[in-house]
């Protein structure tokens, strides 16, 4: 299928690990890549953790000549951290912030603050147009006892949902960055599954690069070997992702990942590894439709769909335990504010009681009785807000939920539209271990 | 243009004044709403204000049959109030929350905790795919002195995004709702050009309803007067507004409002009036593209462009006053912060120094220490979460303002493209009288 009409884009994904004063060479680390991405001139490049819009300021700057076109999406308290830069004309931008995105006061962990959000760049690669998406999930702390893993695949569903409804125009789609995901996880099987979004490192000809394509891995001195454990490599998590359209084709002739060092430095660009894509577009040229591949592409897509409806039923299953969570701390807050009043209420009475009905001598000791009430206000303040809070997470977990159910419902009646496709089978197919799925439902 | 493969579909658009135990006759209201909707037999019904679910869920048991295929969005603290009925089935459903949507502070408005949104419903009409969109903006609550005015303009902002991004694959777009806006007021000519929406009310071929298509109006019952001031005799401020794509043309053939009370009926459904629209969806049939008709459409499709850049102009100038605003919000709030810490600070030394250098007894009554000292911790908490607060309403403003930016720049690059429509026009405009543009072209 060589074209002479095909067009060759580059594509960089990179967490920077931008927390200014935090992020251990901060600086130095953001003129190492400011160099290598005015020398390497990508078509595209999609950063993410540029937490400091000063930071992306002075890269773009510095990337003046090489890309003159650029975006930094704003959101949260202290941003997205989203940043694109382009060789070719952005004509259009959009964010979507996630509805669910962590805890305020899980301040350590800092996702809430940063306003987690996927951003939408409307690209001209000559007379193309690509919809190119950077995005960054939550963050997963802790893999076996992971309290995030609902909000993650809220963040996973909006998302497909989010690509699935703005690419419709889109000649080529292309979604880079950090997911905080395994290749295998279901909020990236939900993903892939329900866009049809091809992944690079699966499709590429040629790969140079980490093991298995990781791209947080051991042998980075920024990262701690205990915290990857169990996976005492290294994970893969950031991504570059892409699909074609009825239009055109898209390839993938090449991949690569950092290895842990750059050459010439004395430490990496970041704690994680940054990707990069040589991705191919050619004008899609009709196969035949026989009648045989006709009925082998029905086959096929039932398949799929039923992979579908078993996969957005397990995020289903994944939101529920999420609003089961939220549900029962929002009854703790609950209780506690209720405690909170009779505490006050109870002082309230042990300190006037006396006083109107026996005009007695104060007993309460003043000190424990302000500081007492004190606590009350501050027990009653606080439980309010997390009830508000917890109202607000139920409201979006119920929503996606909701969602889902009538995604499934949608899909399995289309489903019944394929009556002679593997009838056992394609009603609840297990989901297969790794199949790199590349189906739309839309199309 | 008579087309025997014309499909019709009829709307409602009604805001239901649904808040529990606080809107007037509420339970009647809802089942009058039931009854007309049982009957009337609209293919799409499009909410707002349905802020309870049991209202939604009491509503959805009663048209089981007109309208088997629902949905009900839900968002913020107590719901975005969105719901959808629908003849035809709803096989795709997606939510955005508007970035900014006034001041928890400001409680007795309660916007805030509303979670104002854009709900989408993918709708099959027989073998045409249709958008739905139903939405409820910001309320206007005093229109000399309108704080919130920024804050409707980026949702408005953001709406035109999501319906422009989001229904490239749509054959026909519906929205309805409550936009809050006048049909001149700068977010609604922002909606109506950049979507190419346009307007059921204006297009009609028959009206029956209000005089000026009002929709709350000074004869419902249960409007105040006052509020109306200096629109006397009310305002319009609901739409159902339309467009085709190039596989389909709509027409609206009849519009109607109900007018302020209902037959039988003590009292109206609501405050504001429902809106019904007749759309006819016809097959589009290409017409003659000469050379002088192709010219023609070059010279409009510039003018239209250039009031485009204008009306988006505009709109970057109303974010900018709401930036200042935020700002300098912000800046009182860090401020008094300080202050409440300075004298958390005085305080402490106060009633610490005479302690540690005399010895003597303590000179600073308790209760007065006790108390200002929870004065202190109040106000540095209440600035601490004002600070967030506007920190993030700026993150928003900024990121609306950056991409109107963007906007601005790639409509003037595409304008650049019809060098022979009008150049002095097209150019640069002179902003007509009642249109404050602050053109800046700042790229």
Redesign the interface.
Known sequence: MANTDSVNVRVLSLNCWGIRYLSKHCPQRYAMIGDMLCREEHDIVLLQEVWSEKDYLSLKRKLACSHPHS???????I?SGLAIFSKH?????????Y?LNGYPYMAHHGDWFG?KAVG?AILNIGSLTANVYVTHLHAEYCRDKDSYLPHRVVQAWELQ??IR??S??ADVVILGGDLNMHPEDLGNRLLRSYTGLRDSYLETAKFDGCEDGMTLIADNPFISKKELLPFDKGIRIDYILFKGSSKMDVYCDFMSTTKGSVPDHPFPYSDHEALTAGLRLETHTTTETGRDSQSKNKDSAAGKLAELVDIVTEARTEVKVGLHCAQSMRYTAKRTGVMGLALLFLEVAIATVPWLALGAEQPFP??SF??LA?LC?AIL?TTFLLY?FY??EL??L??AE??MR??VG?LQ?KLRGFPLAQPHNAQRRPPKAHEPSAFDP?E
Chains 1, 2 share one sequence.
């Not at 975006?71 to 308290?77: I, P, T």
Request: proline letters at 0%.
């Open positions: 975006h930094y999406f704003k959101s949260g308290v941003g004309r952005i004509h259009d931008t959009f964010l979507f912030r509805s306003g939408m949902q989010f409804h703005t419709a125009g003043r000190t302000y500081l004190a206000f303040l508000i109202t607000i409201k979006s119920q929503g909701d969602q009538l995604a949608s009646e839309e």
